[in-house]
């Protein structure tokens, strides 16, 4: 199986259509970070079919679930590699995607991936989340990388807008807390449990 033939079957599994041009970008990223994670060690994964499936295809399993309509702002906590910030983006070229990382290297992929994918719809922000103060608070906020919900809320809800929502992909079911609802995610290819917590901004 190619990483293209994932991709298709993937988005039919998740009852995602996509745009051939949006399919074509999600695999041009794909190559991009197999071609930098040589370097740069980006992820633990360096298959470009496993990224596909781990990465990509795990990213766009929460777009049915985020509580998103029309335009949105979409800020990318811990963004890494760009995940799940630009297959986001990609997938939906209505929101304004900001990507933040801290660590240089990873930030300087992520502005190169923006140029190379033609993603007018994509920002980078380069360092810690605790010190960032964007010109207008977002509507989400949503992060793969932070393994502890309490920690994630606290150092992102001063960039979220009244009313707006902090999303945590999770793995094994972690327990709510107030203010907060787990939905059971299904993601093609992969076994393991996952999770997206949706905690509201009051």
């Known amino acids: 199986m190619t990483p293209e033939e994932a991709l298709d079957r993937g988005l039919t599994e998740l009852a995602l259509p996509l745009p051939q041009d949006a399919r074509r970008a999600l695999s041009a990223y794909v190559a991009l970070l197999a071609k930098w994670n040589r370097v740069h060690n980006l992820t633990a994964i360096h298959e470009p079919l496993e990224m ?41 070229p209505q929101w304004l ?35 960032w103060h964007p010109a207008a608070p977002f509507d989400l906020a949503i992060s793969r990388a932070f393994a502890d919900l309490d920690r994630f809320i606290g150092a992102c809800r001063h960039l979220v807008a009244p009313g707006g929502w902090i999303a945590a992909m999770k793995g094994p079911r972690e327990a709510s807390r107030e203010g907060c609802s787990s939905v059971a995610l299904r993601v093609p290819f992969l076994d393991a449990e996952r999770h997206l917590l949706l905690c509201k901004v009051a």
Request: aromatic share 2%.
């Open 52 to 92: 596909m499936k781990q990465h990509v295809l795990d990213s766009l399993a929460v777009l049915p679930h985020l509580p998103l309509s029309g335009e949105a702002s979409v800020a990318d906590i811990g963004s890494g590699g760009g995940l799940p910030g630009i297959p986001l983006a990609l997938a939906r």
């Open 97 to 131: 995607v900001t990507l933040n990382e801290a660590a240089q290297k990873k930030a300087a992929f992520l502005r190169q991936a923006k140029i190379e994918l033609q993603l007018k719809n994509l920002e980078v922000h380069e360092g810690r989340v605790e010190h």
